[in-house]
Nanobody, 131 residues
Framework: QVRLVESGGGSVQAGGSLRLSCAVY?????????MGWFRQAPEKDREGVAAILTGLDLTYYHASVKGRFTISLDNAKNTVYLQMDSLEPEDTAIYYC???????????????????????WGQGTQVTVSS
């Protein structure tokens, strides 16, 4: 059973930085699978922030965070990171880590932004950015 545990959230002022970590347990890394970060602000839908495609190490970013956030994967530590710089009040949300099944098992035809491309989720960590 896959278990994801996020950490690193907190409160910062605009312009500050945070690094989120997602420890992944019970997951067998696939040659092609999405590992990503999503966020959900109050009264808004959950949206994809960034993702990495394992095996190819391709990365994807929401337009609003491109150039400010960096996703990375440390296979040795079974941890996915999200480095967030130049934070803005609009980044305030609960951030969730997610991993998806191997592409071989479902064809990999979904977008990294789709919630349905993932089948395991963490409990979330709060990020609050004040102006």
């Amino acid at each position: 059973q896959v278990r994801l545990v996020e950490s690193g959230g907190g409160s910062v002022q605009a312009g500050g930085s945070l690094r989120l970590s997602c420890a992944v347990y019970g997951y067998t890394y696939a040659s092609r699978a999405y590992m990503g970060w999503f966020r959900q602000a109050p009264e808004k839908d959950r949206e994809g922030v960034a993702a990495i495609l394992t095996g190819l190490d391709l990365t994807y970013y929401h337009a609003s965070v491109k150039g400010r956030f960096t996703i990375s994967l440390d296979n040795a530590k079974n941890t996915v990171y999200l480095q967030m710089d130049s934070l803005e009040p609009e980044d305030t949300a609960i951030y969730y880590c997610a991993v998806g099944p191997p592409f071989d098992s479902w064809g990999g035809i979904g977008s990294w932004r789709d919630l349905s491309s993932y089948n395991s989720w963490g409990q979330g960590t709060q990020v609050t950015v004040s102006s």
